[in-house]
């Protein structure tokens, strides 16, 4: 085994011996763990060719119910630098860095972000519900000041981690911040075409919770602002009933759940079917949200589009 092993490697560095000019190995990639895809996608912004990204919760993944594998756990140990969301968004977290071994330093990206608490005032689901009050909303990349919070505390982890690199990460985030102050000025722009009595939808779960205290636009969810728990028939129900009585315009579907709860919703209650909203996830690569800024173009998209046309 000890020489298959030994011939494997030996292959492998042949073949990127054949296929790297020689500076691209002068430079070691700093390994760095990010938790989902929308961290990925800055820590990629951030960190350009120096990096190398690990991606745990890929797109279109549900990251508040994941299960770890084996490739996660060798990734982690790997990393010098593991950068999550925190506000307790990676539930299954702690025991990965523990079963890993890692001596990575981690990273918040929500830290000194302000968060909101969660609305589960709908929480009627019966259970022992021990997270269901006072908890804070995980969902903070919703908002791009937020993101940008995000993009800063990225920016100084890798500088931390790699200070050879603080040069180059300083210039990407700044032109990366630029980016990112242009489509918040867009995406307000959208929203101030929406008629104001009909900036209100329905999604899943409650995963826009920074959108609406940003944005301006409410969102209603029969889940909260976990997907772990499922909504109750009296949850449904009531939803059903506001939808009707408030003329909400639009449910929309979301990348992360199942889109019967909200099919149903629609269903009965008269309100059509928007877009699909990608809320905790990105899309793949050639998907419509493959990146932060597509994500969010995409969704503000798809919000304008169903709640300016057509009946309320
Ligand atoms: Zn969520």
Redesign the pocket.
Known sequence: MPNRRALVAGLAFGLAAAAAPLSTFAQEKLPVVASFSVLGDFVRQVGGDRVNVTTLVGPDG???VYSPTPADAKAMSAAKLVVVNGLH?EGWLPRLVKSSGTKATLAEATKGITPLEADDDHDDRGKGHAHAHGHDD??AWQSIANAKTYVANIRDALSMADPAGKATYDANATTYLAALDGLEGEVKALVARIPAERRKAITT???FGYFVKAYGIEFVAPQG???EAEASARDVARIIRQVKAQKIPAVFLEN?TNPRLVEQIARESGAKVGGRLY??ALSAESGPAGTYIRMMKHNISEIEKALTAGPA
Do not use: K, R, Y
């Open positions: 549900d990251a508040h968004f995980p969902h779960h409650d995963a602002v976990s997907t992360v809320s905790d």
